[in-house]
């Protein structure tokens, strides 16, 4: 059974300095925090902000081919959970044709938040999670850690980047 989330937010985990991205069922009943890298959250956070590139980025290069050739993205899902490492799928239809490709959990959520389509985690994954957690886990977005990325974002400049795109 496949669980509908939202990104709740970005964050940066204190102990590791990483940046994750948190999601949500509507319900408040699960909260998944996935760690990523810090291009995968620049990539994730800039259509949330509403930025574009002047030039596609390696996300929007992919839908752009998916719609060039008349094959739409209908979902993403996290499906998978092995040896602390998150699987994949981007859920596809072409045509009559339906088909699953195997992604990151960061190249998903950026292809999903650019096309506005649902983001489902595998309810095993979540139930696990809740265990290992035992109930004491909270993620909790406050004011200051939105004020970082932001901060983040602000700084980023089109103009300062070495090699254009």
Same mark, same amino acid.
């Given at each position: 059974?496949?669980?509908?989330?939202?990104?709740?937010?970005?964050?940066?985990?204190? %102990?590791?300095?990483?940046? @994750? =991205?948190?999601?949500?069922?509507? *319900?408040? $009943?699960?909260?998944?925090?996935?760690? #990523?890298? !810090?291009?995968?959250?620049?990539?994730?956070?800039?259509?949330?902000?509403?930025?574009?590139?002047?030039?596609?980025?390696?996300?929007?290069?992919?839908?752009?081919?998916?719609? %060039?050739?008349?094959?739409? @993205? =209908?979902?993403?899902?996290?499906? *998978?959970? $092995?040896?602390?490492?998150?699987?994949? #799928?981007? !859920?596809?239809?072409?045509?009559?044709?339906?088909?699953?490709?195997?992604?990151?959990?960061?190249?998903?959520?950026?292809?999903?938040?650019?096309?506005?389509?649902?983001?489902?985690?595998?309810?095993?994954? @979540?139930?696990?999670?809740?265990?290992?957690?035992?109930?004491?886990?909270?993620?909790?977005?406050?004011?200051?850690?939105?004020?970082?990325?932001?901060?983040?974002?602000?700084?980023?400049?089109?103009?300062?980047?070495?090699?254009?795109?």
């Amino acid at each position: 059974m496949m669980i509908k989330m939202e990104i709740f937010g970005l964050a940066m985990d204190e %102990k590791t300095n990483m940046p @994750l =991205v948190i999601l949500k069922d509507k *319900e408040d $009943k699960y909260i998944l925090p996935i760690w #990523i890298g !810090a291009l995968e959250a620049m990539a994730i956070s800039m259509p949330l902000k509403g930025m574009t590139m002047p030039r596609p980025m390696t996300h929007d290069l992919f839908l752009d081919t998916l719609a %060039k050739l008349e094959a739409e @993205l =209908v979902h993403v899902e996290i499906s *998978e959970l $092995k040896d602390s490492t998150y699987y994949a #799928i981007l !859920a596809m239809n072409h045509g009559d044709r339906k088909l699953r490709i195997d992604s990151r959990p960061s190249d998903a959520i950026a292809m999903a938040v650019r096309t506005k389509v649902p983001i489902l985690v595998n309810k095993e994954i @979540l139930e696990t999670i809740m265990k290992e957690q035992d109930g004491d886990y909270q993620v909790v977005l406050n004011d200051e850690e939105g004020k970082k990325w932001a901060e983040i974002l602000e700084k980023y400049r089109l103009d300062d980047i070495k090699y254009k795109m």
